[in-house]
Nanobody, 114 residues
Framework: QVQLVESGGGLVQPGGSLKLSCAAS????????MAWYRQAPGKQRELAAL???????TYVDSVKGRFTISRDNAKNTVWLQMNSLKAEDTAVYYC????????WGRGTQVTVSS
């Protein structure tokens, strides 16, 4: 069983920064691709960023150049550094362990507003 616990969300002004953390339990973390998804009100959940077990990263176009995903396998943790935040980044952000079976965290709210 894998448990994922997100933290670091909150209210930030446009142009500001936040860093999300996802702490994972279980021994499979280092072998797993990890991802951050987000779901804005009234919209479908979308992939924001992904990092493979080997450290290769992928981003949705709307966050490229502003968000950075990283991981530390020794700490079983994946982060999402979010800079130059915009109102349209407002969403619940979820950590996910990719693969079968997939595991999801419960999410953390990010609100970008002045």
């Amino acid at each position: 069983q894998v448990q994922l616990v997100e933290s670091g969300g909150g209210l930030v002004q446009p142009g500001g920064s936040l860093k999300l953390s996802c702490a994972a339990s279980g021994s499979i973390f280092s072998r797993s691709a990890m991802a951050w998804y987000r779901q804005a009100p009234g919209k479908q959940r979308e992939l924001a960023a992904l990092i493979t077990s080997g450290g290769i990263t992928t981003y949705v176009d709307s966050v490229k150049g502003r968000f950075t995903i990283s991981r530390d396998n020794a700490k079983n943790t994946v982060w999402l550094q979010m800079n130059s935040l915009k109102a349209e980044d407002t969403a619940v952000y979820y950590c996910k362990r990719e693969g079968f079976p997939a595991y999801w965290g419960r999410g953390t709210q990010v609100t970008v507003s002045s």
